[in-house]
């Protein structure tokens, strides 16, 4: 093994001293060349230890959380069908908001395919912005079976200070003691 040693030294001697610059080179290129090797080889532990992350994620995401969900029938939360009641109550919010109502109109959906009936009711009104929008958050906060559907306002004039709005609500009741 001395032998082999020898053998090394003396022609590294020699290199370095034939071609100092050369030999430079070739250390310099061998270091690139392991630390190269070594970022691979770190590489690929890291890429396995994400595969195997990943393969645990996908596993957990395929098992259910919680218990199925399953619909349940709305009606039974929903009022029974009063318009009288509705336009009472309607009526209140208005007043309530010292919001004039001009026009008003009930139109009562065909809903054979539906286990709700829908009531569209539509509302002409005029006042300010901030009325307007206060009266309909009072009306869905009040009445939890009315939606709003739309808003549309308008001015004649710029010289108008207050819009005249068309507002449409859907109010939904219980189907179930009506004739289908």
């Not at 009711?121 to 009040?142: G, K």
């Not at 009315?146 to 219980?174: G, K, M, N, Q, Y």
Request: hydrophobic share 45%; aromatic share 8%.
């Amino acid at each position: 093994m001395n032998g082999g040693l020898s053998f090394v030294r003396f022609y590294t001697r020699k290199l370095v001293q034939a071609a100092p610059a050369s030999f430079v080179a070739c250390c310099i290129a061998g270091l690139a060349l392991l630390l190269a090797l070594a970022s691979v080889a770190l590489g690929t532990q890291h890429l396995a230890q994400h595969r195997l992350e990943l393969a645990e994620l996908r596993s957990k995401a395929r098992m259910p959380v919680s218990t199925p969900y399953t619909p349940v029938s709305l009606a039974p939360n929903l009022p029974w069908f009063d318009s009288a009641k509705l336009v009472e109550q309607l009526g209140k919010v208005a007043g309530e908001n010292n919001l004039p109502i001009d026009e008003v109109g009930y139109v009562l959906e065909d809903g054979t395919q539906h286990p709700y009936l829908r009531y569209r009711i539509t509302l002409s009104v005029t006042a300010a912005y901030p009325a307007i929008r206060q009266f309909a958050d009072d009306v869905s906060s009040s009445l939890p079976h009315v939606d709003l559907d739309s808003i549309s306002c308008t001015r004649s004039d710029i010289a108008v200070a207050a819009p005249t709005c068309e507002l449409a609500f859907s109010a939904f009741f219980r189907k179930d003691a009506h004739a289908k």
